[in-house]
């Protein structure tokens, strides 16, 4: 009967703590700083994980939300570019706006893969894609052969 009443104790607090993790997960999308700043650990976080679904799907909505935070602000970088200061003789004398086509691509591919990341996210030559297994070997052996055929010219040269 005591052990219960020492967890019915502990109970409100674990709970302020687990809405407080959330909470900062949900702002940061760092599960060691959330935990840390909540007073839990990582371990006890990712026990409660495996083991309370509600939590569970409560951690993987502020996840999802901060993801979509990040994501408007990526993409207000991309439109908009960044402002950086000019400096002239240690002076400060303006600013630019940079833009990164880096970042505008990577959220291209990220929207719309179908258009802009045609290969899938892998470095795959082009017209391997969607061939059978017997196809993508009988190429292989192809350019094996053609490259055998090539070395033996070279060495043929050098004679």
Same mark, same amino acid.
Not at 23 to 48: K, P
Not at 81 to 92: A, C, I, Q, S
């Given at each position: 009967?005591? &052990? ?12 302020? *703590? ?7 997960? *949900? ?7 959330? &935990?840390?700043?909540?007073? @839990? ?15 569970? $799907?409560?951690?993987? &909505?502020?996840?999802? %939300?901060? @993801?979509?935070? @990040?994501? $408007? ?8 570019? /960044? ?13 630019? *706006? ?5 970042? &505008? =691509?990577? =959220?291209?591919?990220? *929207?719309?893969? %179908? /258009?802009?990341?045609? @290969? ?17 070997? $009988? ?9 055998? %055929? ?10």
């Amino acid at each position: 009967m005591a &052990a219960k009443k020492r967890q019915a104790a502990k109970a409100p607090g674990l709970a302020v *703590r687990k809405a407080c993790f959330l909470e900062v997960l *949900r702002q940061t999308g760092n599960v060691s700083r959330a &935990a840390r700043e909540a007073g @839990l650990t990582s371990g006890t976080v990712y026990r409660h994980r495996a083991r309370f679904a509600k939590f569970a $799907a409560d951690w993987d &909505a502020a996840i999802n %939300e901060s @993801l979509d935070t @990040l994501e $408007a602000e990526l993409l207000e970088r991309a439109r908009n570019g /960044v402002e950086k200061p000019v400096y002239f003789r240690g002076e400060l004398v303006g600013s630019v *706006r940079t833009y990164s086509d880096t970042l &505008a =691509m990577f =959220m291209l591919k990220a *929207r719309r893969p %179908e /258009v802009y990341d045609r @290969l899938g996210g892998h470095a795959t030559p082009m017209g391997v894609r969607g061939m059978t297994q017997e196809e993508a070997k $009988a190429e292989v052996l192809r350019r094996l052969d053609r490259l055998a %055929e090539a070395g033996g010219e070279q060495e043929g040269e050098g004679a």
